[in-house]
């Protein structure tokens, strides 16, 4: 059965600091991973997708990678900024895979301090 | 942002009365999902649609039922709703499913308090 984890629980950072999120996979058999951002009684965003074939995506400020064969993903943030506070959760589809749901991680709650 | 609605936004109701969560979507996406997402727990799915009538069960189905009779609507019912069912629960769309390049979008959400 496929788990996800996310180390550590929170982080708190000051303003302008390079961080790295953390995900670790216990099944290296997956399609995709997913990145997502969730603020304070809202929904997910989406923020990044890495296909198996892959090894790196971008978006702006953000990077994410992922290494299969360890079972790992890191989402990078370069030069934090207040307005990146908020809970970052990781999810891969189930085993199985083409129906999609997703195994979440219990996600990583980001604090940046002005 | 994907067009998805979930609605009521928030309810409050009392043990053992039946409620409908509504996710309805602009998008004509295949996948729908509903999750719930508990402290300490996470997000967890509880039903899937794969297309208009075809549904399967998630991780904690036990005492929800959904139906989708067209593309853009996907019900999840509380039969008779129970305090363990307080919780945040998401509607989520996607046009791939798990092994395609697109990713999963979600709603606002609908908190649901039972008393």
């Known amino acids: 059965k496929q788990e996800v984890t996310q180390i550590p629980a929170a982080l708190s950072v000051p303003e302008g600091e390079n961080l790295v999120l953390n995900c670790s996979f216990t099944?290296?058999?997956?399609?995709?991973l997913q990145w997502f951002r969730q603020d304070p009684g809202k929904g997910l965003t989406s923020l990044l997708l890495?296909?198996?074939?892959?090894r790196e995506q971008t978006s702006g400020r953000l990077n994410a990678s992922l290494d299969k064969s360890s079972g790992r993903s890191t989402l990078y943030i370069a030069a934090s900024q207040p307005g990146d506070s908020a809970t970052y959760l990781c999810?891969?589809?189930?085993?199985?895979?083409?129906?999609?749901?997703?195994?979440f991680g219990k996600g990583t709650k980001l604090s940046v301090k002005p | 942002d994907a067009g998805i609605t979930q609605s009521p936004r928030h309810k409050v109701t009392e043990t053992g009365t039946p409620v409908t969560l509504r996710c309805h979507q602009t998008?004509?996406?295949?996948?729908m999902y509903w999750y719930r997402q508990d402290p300490g727990h996470g997000l967890r799915l509880i039903h899937y649609?794969?297309?208009?009538?075809?549904?399967d069960k998630g991780e904690v189905s036990d005492g929800y039922s959904v139906s989708r009779s067209k593309t853009e609507d996907f019900l999840l019912t509380l039969e008779s709703a129970t305090s363990s069912q307080t919780s945040v629960y998401f509607c989520?769309?996607?046009?791939?499913?798990?092994?395609?390049?697109?990713?999963?979008?979600f709603g606002d959400g609908t908190r649901l308090s039972i008393l």
């Open positions: 989520a769309i996607s046009p791939t499913g798990g092994a395609g390049n697109q990713p999963q979008h």
């Open positions: 649609s794969y297309g208009v009538k075809d549904t």
């Open positions: 099944d290296s058999a997956i399609y995709n």
């Open positions: 998008e004509n996406h295949r996948y």
């Open positions: 890495i296909q198996s074939s892959q």
């Open positions: 999810a891969v589809p189930s085993g199985g895979g083409s129906q999609g749901n997703l195994i």
